[in-house]
């Protein structure tokens, strides 16, 4: 259900099991994820937006080399930037999994960069920060990041901050969750 039903969702959620033609996915998104969230309630008005969707995302959070606290705290940072509440709301839970301590959430939850950051948290914060505000990212910052992470490394940590991205612009354009 939206949290605020005076802005509700843009598009109808699609109950589960109420399409046949959909349940091939369905049953991939239960499998990687356990259970059909708002979010594919909505992708689900798109069979194959919702497939690829389901692809790249079990891709990034399930599948990369991206150690869990880093992925979650770019998860977390691209969240708080582009003020989408229900995607913070929804990682807490992953990120304290993850080993992340409640302090830094709550230090990124208000929009700044937690104290504590390791060498590593930083830059990767730093890269995301970027990414998501400028789009570009300065050839020093790509360097700094070329020399502490492998190639394969650096793909998948642009690939989260990117995705991130498509999902909490996609969770804000349509009002899913809010």
């Not at 490394?153 to 909490?168: D, F, G, H, K, R």
């Amino acid at each position: 259900m939206n949290a605020d039903p005076s802005r509700p969702t843009r598009v109808p959620l699609i109950t589960p099991g109420t399409r046949p033609e959909l349940a091939s996915i369905e049953q991939r998104i239960l499998h990687e994820r356990g259970r059909i969230s708002l979010l594919y309630q909505v992708l689900l008005n798109s069979a194959p937006i919702a497939e690829g969707w389901e692809a790249m995302l079990t891709a990034v959070r399930n599948r990369s080399s991206v150690p869990a606290d880093l992925r979650e705290l770019i998860i977390l940072r691209v969240a708080v930037l582009n003020r989408a509440r229900f995607e913070f709301d929804a990682h807490v839970p992953h990120a304290l999994a993850a080993g992340i301590s409640q302090a830094k959430i709550d230090a990124l939850r208000g929009n700044t960069l937690p104290t504590d950051l390791t060498e590593t948290e930083r830059l990767v914060l730093t890269l995301t920060d970027h990414m998501t505000r400028d789009i570009e990212v300065p050839d020093a910052v790509m360097q700094r990041v070329a020399e502490q992470f492998s190639d394969t490394e650096t793909v998948e940590l642009v690939a989260t901050a990117a995705a991130y991205n498509m999902v909490s612009r996609f969770l804000v354009a349509l009002r899913v969750g809010h």
